[in-house]
């Protein structure tokens, strides 16, 4: 018996197309084809060695609680971690959408990371190898530094994070 990988993470949300936008537009996610299960959702794939890596976002019907609103943060689950390249674009990209993010160098290895949050709360980690990175290292300073268990979301930032309505001129 051996565990060859992970198949995919599902988040419930309460906004769906602000998390779809997050995933594809901020961190390059792709949308590929998801099967009708009667509610909502999408699945949003990235490349990895091993194939895809994909994370499942699902709204309404299963995704809700009792009170009718999906749960947000990450509960028992600190973070999500991905692997990435682009350090310095990943948080520019961050930035320019006014989302608050923190930054770690991994004691004792060359792994720099990045913390943002989805939409719904759930907390990521990108992880770089330095060596394939351009730049000064991450910011260490007191207000960027990651703090594990510390959290810095704040949902009120990711009210306009989604895209903008197209406006048709006559």
């Known amino acids: ?11 419930k949300t309460n906004d769906l197309e602000a998390t779809v936008y997050f995933y594809t537009q901020l961190l390059g996610f792709r949308q590929v084809p998801r099967p009708n299960f009667g509610y909502p959702g999408a699945w949003l ?15 309404g019907g299963p995704a809700l609680g009792e009170d009718g609103r999906a749960p947000v943060g990450s509960a028992a689950i600190d973070h999500l971690s991905l692997t990435a390249t682009g350090f310095h674009q990943f948080r520019q990209r961050f930035q320019e959408a006014g989302l608050p993010w923190r930054e770690f160098i991994v004691p004792g290895t060359s792994l720099w990371q990045l913390f943002v949050y989805d939409p719904s709360g ?14 000064p290292p991450p910011d260490l300073s007191p207000e960027r530094t990651y703090v594990a268990g510390t959290s810095f979301f704040q949902p009120e ?9 197209v406006i048709h001129q006559p």
């Open 45 to 59: 794939a990235c490349n990895t060695p091993n194939g895809d890596a994909i994370v499942h976002i699902y709204a």
């Open 157 to 165: 930032l990711y009210q306009h994070v989604r895209p903008q309505p």
């Open 1 to 11: 018996m051996v565990i060859t990988g992970l198949f995919h993470v599902a988040i």
């Open 122 to 135: 759930v907390q990521l980690e990108l992880t770089f190898e330095a060596s394939a990175e351009p730049g």
